[in-house]
């Protein structure tokens, strides 16, 4: 079998989900499974992959699968008992506080607490908070959207505490490496790329927020508005990107949209407050009557949030503080409690008789610091068991929708990957495809890694799973033309970062929440702008790298 046709069969399960869920529109739902099937099929029959292996590698899927959606369902969790408590709307009742400028809203409000709620949760949920968020405060339905998805960017990577990296590159990864320690120290790394990559793009991000939304939804005559905010805006970048690649230099994947969006908020909320680089003039939307109908969506979103809230600001944000030491305290290696957790482990070290095995430590996962701190919410807001019932009803039933699509998805990724256990020795799908690109792209490759990331992102709808499906599609590229692996495996979670702004997932998630379902093509149409500067950026500044390395 020849290269080229390896690589065309490798792409086959990649071209099928683009065409089923953009071209055809089909639900992930319907369109992963057969996907699944279809990579399946090209193992068994031209990968000559066993039966046993194919099924291995399933079960491996599975494995990583439960990892993931329990990080989900500790998020969702975590939010729902928020929003059950009264504490979200401590929160949203504070942000109202700030100031009246709606560039400054976009900034404190979508930027620096959805980039917070990006690196507590991730899965899309930023989009989904800040949108409705911003509608109760007076936005455009549309624009809300717009704003909500331009968050999921530089917070990313990072986000769901380190979720893409931990278990997307993690377990992506599966080749080139002597021992565990080598990997982590290569993932360290890259984790530290990432940051600094992000960092220098991400800065300009609250400014093109704010210049979308005044460009689509102003008039001509507020266009010099988005010159007058762009000093604070970019110093809001700073307040969030620095912290941000600092904790990823020095503290490792799980904080750095955290603490970023944490430290962020803070200096930003005290730069208003002393009006430091505030514009003299003030900026808002049309008044509602002459708004276009195609603005507005069909959900009303409640305002009880703008009344005082019940729950004190410090106590909204206690559970948050809570999970930040609980990960703090778990990951440091000195004090040996992560690897205790880590010990309580499940696994299958020789499944069905291959080479393939798994394993789970969910102590260890995010998801349990993140019920813990559910659980101290429920407490210290005084919240009653019932709603706590409702909140974790609520957070099942979400992920139980999130599961049906990963349990098809991440086992396909794991076969794909998996492919290269054959008996006549034929590397697997990812690498045949990146044997083939590398010797016709070349040494242009770093220009076009992030937009391999964005693909996979707006693919799957997950900056993880794009990581577990093209990190080691990246890393034989880099190997292949002699590159640094780190930058280019930097550049695929950068990319796929990026991805989210088009992802259809989250498209569909935040239009929903404020009833512009329907619109989701011409909200593509505004999103793919700042994702073709993401990645364009990125692919610019790896070229930099790889020739000034």
């Known amino acids: 079998m020849s290269l080229a046709l390896q690589a065309a069969l490798a792409f086959i399960p990649i071209l099928l989900a683009m065409v089923l869920l953009v071209g055809c529109r089909l639900p992930a739902k319907y369109t992963m499974p057969l996907v699944l099937f279809v990579t399946a099929w090209i193992a068994f029959q031209y990968w000559d992959m066993g039966v046993a292996h194919i099924a291995a590698s399933t079960i491996q899927g599975l494995f990583i699968t439960f990892d993931v959606l329990y990080i989900i369902f500790g998020a969702l969790l975590l939010l729902s008992v928020l929003k059950y408590s009264g504490g979200l709307a401590s929160i949203r009742y504070n942000f109202t506080q700030i100031s009246p400028d709606r560039r400054v809203q976009i900034i404190v409000i979508a930027w620096l607490f959805g980039s917070f709620i990006e690196g507590a949760s991730g899965f899309g949920t930023p989009a989904a908070i800040v949108a409705p968020l911003l509608v109760a405060l007076g936005f455009p339905a549309l624009s809300a959207v717009v704003i909500g998805l331009m968050v999921q960017s530089t917070a990313v990577t990072f986000g769901a505490i380190g979720t893409p990296v931990l278990i997307g590159l993690n377990n992506g990864l599966t080749t080139g490496f002597a021992n565990p320690d080598e990997k982590i120290a290569f993932l360290q790394a890259a984790t530290a790329q990432i940051g600094m990559i992000h960092a220098i793009i991400g800065t300009f991000m609250p400014w093109l927020m704010i210049a979308t939304t005044i460009f689509i939804f102003g008039r001509k005559s507020d266009w010099k508005k988005i010159i007058t905010i762009a000093p604070f805006a970019i110093f809001s970048g700073l307040a969030f990107t620095i912290p941000y690649a600092c904790t990823a230099i020095f503290l490792g994947p799980e904080f750095p949209s955290l603490l970023g969006a944490m430290i962020g908020l803070v200096l930003v909320v005290i730069a208003v407050k002393y009006k430091f680089l505030i514009p003299a003039d003030n900026w808002d939307f049309p008044e509602k009557k002459n708004w276009p109908k195609t603005w507005s969506g069909k959900v009303q979103v409640e305002e009880k949030g703008l ?12 559970p948050y503080v809570l999970v930040s030491i609980l990960l703090i305290i778990t990951r440091k290696q000195n004090l040996g409690i992560g ?29 349990t610091m993140l019920i813990l701190a559910a659980i101290a919410a429920m407490l210290i807001h005084k919240m009653p068991v019932t709603n706590f019932r409702k909140a974790f009803n609520e957070s099942t039933s979400m992920a139980m929708m999130a599961a049906f699509v990963l349990v098809f998805t991440i086992p396909m990724v794991r076969i794909y990957i998996n492919s290269g256990i054959n008996p006549q020795g034929i590397d697997s799908m990812p690498v045949a495809l990146a044997d083939w690109t590398a010797a016709k792209v070349g040494a242009l490759w770093p220009l076009v890694a992030p937009s391999v990331g964005a693909l996979g992102a707006f693919i799957a709808g997950s900056n993880t799973v794009s990581n577990l499906m093209f990190a080691e599609f990246q890393n034989s590229i880099a190997t292949k033309l002699d590159i640094s692996n780190v930058i280019i495996v930097s550049l695929q979670a950068v990319g796929a970062a990026a991805g989210n702004m088009v992802a259809i997932h989250n498209v569909v998630a935040a239009s929903a929440v404020v009833g512009l379902m329907g619109k989701e093509g011409y909200i593509l149409g505004k999103t793919i702008i700042p994702t073709i500067y993401y990645v364009l950026a990125a692919g610019i500044l790896g070229m930099v790298l790889i020739s000034s390395g």
């Open 339 to 367: 690897d205790f957790l880590n010990n309580l482990n499940v696994s299958w070290p020789v499944i069905f008789g291959t080479s393939i095995s798994a394993s789970s430590s969910p102590l260890y996962l995010p998801g």
């Open 307 to 318: 009344i005082t809230p019940s729950v004190t600001i410090y106590k909204a944000w206690m």
